[in-house]
């Protein structure tokens, strides 16, 4: 009985997985999310997790409530969603990793993380929580949040989301400019933002 739960448990995961690309290929499709949209998502997230607890679907329905939760769905929103979609609609293996910044420019070794007065920047998508929760979370420890890349900054934040294609991702030009200052001596320091959190003690 044990190993038929598993079976099938097995196969709800797969089916709802496969429905979920199908979903993201077609919410995508005209390169924009609409809150009508985000909604519709955020219900069938809500059905699925009755069924599952994938960790993907769970994941995927604690950033979309998140962002729903004022009854918004401001640009900014819009577009994180967006890209989260797309990387859904992309290779089987992406959409179950957890991490995916550990072959990217990180600062090696990567040195501790003193939130009080510093400026901090995230690019791509975070696991922790929409743009402004980081943000909020940095800030909440004597943090200083900056707007751009510049030789001013102190840490440049990559979202878990952060895929190793990440130079053909809007994001890139961020890390390439933060690269390049850190190439001239500029004390910039990429980390991930698992680093950032257990930094923190930030749950993500």
């Known amino acids: 009985m044990e190993l038929f739960t598993r079976f099938n448990r097995k196969n709800i995961d ?5 429905t979920l690309i199908g979903l993201s290929k077609g919410l995508t499709a005209d390169g924009r999310i609409e809150h009508p949209e985000a909604e519709f998502l955020l219900t069938w997230l809500i059905q699925s997790r009755a069924a599952s607890n994938n960790p993907i679907i769970l994941n995927l329905l ?77 800030e909440s420890l004597g943090g200083v949040n900056a707007t751009s890349v510049s030789k001013s900054l102190n840490y440049l934040v990559l979202g878990t989301y952060v895929t190793d294609s990440w130079s053909h991702e809007t994001f890139g030009r961020k890390i390439e400019k933060a690269m390049n200052y850190r190439d001239q001596g500029v004390p910039i320091v990429i980390v991930t933002e698992e680093h950032w959190a257990n930094a923190g003690k930030f749950c993500v």
């Open 62 to 138: 604690s950033k979309v409530g998140a962002m729903l939760e004022d009854g918004v769905l401001d640009g900014e929103e819009s577009r994180e969603l967006l890209s989260i979609l797309r990387r859904i609609t992309g290779e089987s293996s992406a959409v179950g990793e957890l991490a995916k910044t550990t072959s990217l420019p990180i600062n090696n070794p990567v040195p501790p993380i003193i939130f009080e007065m510093s400026s901090f920047l995230f690019t791509g998508t975070c696991a922790f929580g929409t743009r402004k929760q980081c943000q909020d979370a940095t």
């Open 14 to 18: 797969d089916r709802q997985i496969d």
